[in-house]
C-alpha cells in the first residue's frame, strides 16, 4: 500500500512539473547612452557600462579575456572588439577575430576572422577606429609587430600592415594613425580609401628609451596627442599633413615633486578633461 502511494505521488509530481514552462533567456536593451558613460574592463573579464553622474551600471559586454580593449561607433550604434578564441579555452585550436556588437542590447551582430597574431595586452589603443569611421586598426606582437586593417562597414580584412619596432596605434585626421617606435620617434601611417597603406612618415628622435622612456599610453585631447615621460616630461603632439609636430616639453611635477623624487606611475596615470581644458 505504500509503495503504491509512493508512486503515485511520483507521477504526481511529474505530471506536475511536465506542465512547466522552460525558462528562456531574454535581452533587454540600454537606455540611450548619454555623454557621461563610460566603457571600463574588469582586468581580463567583461566590459561594465557605468554612468559618471550617477554611479549607475546600465549594460554588462561580455568579451573574452583575450580581449586587449574595444573601440565604439556612436554613429553606427556598434562596439568593436578584437578577440582571440582557442578550441580548448587557453589551448588548442585558436582563432582571432574583430567582432561586431550591437550597442541598444550587447549582443554580437557580426564576426571578421582576421590574422591569428592579435596581441592581447591590454592596451586601450591597441585598437582604434580611424576618421572615416570604417576602417579599424588592430595591434599585432607575435613578437613581429604589424597592424591589421579592418572594414567594418564590408565587415571584412583588409590587410596587415608590417611595423617593426612600432606599437600602438591612435588615429590622427585624414585616415592615418601615429605609432609609438623604441627609437624614441613617431610613425605616421595613412592609408587610402580602400585601407591600404599609401604613405609612411616618421619624426625626428625626441625622447630616449634609456634615459626617460615616454609611456605607451597616450592621452587625446581635441588637437592631438599628449605623451609622458617617465620622469614627468609632457609632450603635445599634433599632425599637419604628412608633418609630426612634437612640441618642447614641459613638466607635470612641482619643484616638491622633483625634490622628493617623485614620478608618475600606474595603468591609467593621466587623463584629460576636455570641458576644463
Known amino acids: 500500500m505504500r509503495r503504491f502511494i509512493f508512486l503515485a505521488c511520483l507521477l504526481a509530481v511529474s505530471s506536475a512539473y511536465a506542465n512547466i514552462e522552460p525558462e528562456t533567456m531574454g535581452v533587454n536593451e540600454m537606455a540611450e547612452p548619454q555623454p557621461t558613460w563610460f566603457l571600463v574592463r574588469d582586468g581580463l573579464g567583461p566590459g561594465y557600462i557605468f554612468d ?14 583575450f580581449t586587449p580593449a574595444v573601440e565604439t561607433n556612436r554613429e553606427k550604434n556598434e562596439i568593436y572588439a578584437a578577440e582571440i578564441y582557442y578550441s580548448r579555452l587557453t589551448r588548442g585550436t585558436r582563432t582571432d577575430v574583430v567582432t561586431i ?17 592579435i596581441a592581447s595586452l591590454p592596451f586601450r589603443y ?13 595591434f599585432n606582437m607575435t613578437p613581429a609587430q604589424s597592424v591589421t586593417i579592418v572594414d567594418v562597414e564590408d565587415q571584412k580584412f583588409v590587410t596587415e600592415i608590417s611595423t617593426p619596432g612600432c606599437a600602438l596605434n591612435f588615429p590622427t585626421s585624414d585616415r592615418a594613425f601615429l605609432q609609438m617606435c623604441g627609437d ?3 610613425q605616421l601611417i595613412r592609408l587610402n580609401s580602400d ?7 616618421r ?12 609611456f605607451d599610453k597616450p592621452i587625446p585631447t581635441p588637437e592631438g596627442w599628449l605623451l ?10 599634433t599632425v ?6 612634437i612640441s618642447e616639453p614641459w613638466s607635470m611635477l612641482t619643484e616638491e615633486d622633483m625634490a622628493g623624487n617623485w614620478q608618475p606611475g600606474g595603468g591609467q596615470l593621466i587623463a584629460y578633461h576636455e570641458g576644463h581644458g
Open 126 to 138: 591597441y585598437i582604434s577606429l580611424l576618421d572615416d569611421r570604417r576602417h579599424l586598426a588592430v
Open 101 to 117: 556588437y550591437d550597442i541598444p542590447t550587447l549582443s554580437p551582430k557580426a564576426e571578421i576572422e582576421v590574422p591569428n597574431k
Open 195 to 201: 585601407g591600404s597603406e599609401s604613405e609612411r612618415v
Open 228 to 237: 609622458i615621460s617617465y620622469k614627468g616630461k609632457v609632450f603635445e603632439v
Open 52 to 65: 559618471a553622474a550617477t554611479g549607475d551600471m546600465h549594460g554588462l559586454l561580455s568579451v573574452p579575456g
Open 240 to 245: 599637419d599633413d604628412d608633418d609630426i609636430e
Open 203 to 214: 619624426s625626428d628622435q625626441f625622447f630616449d628609451v634609456t634615459d626617460d622612456p615616454v
Open 184 to 186: 624614441g620617434t613617431l
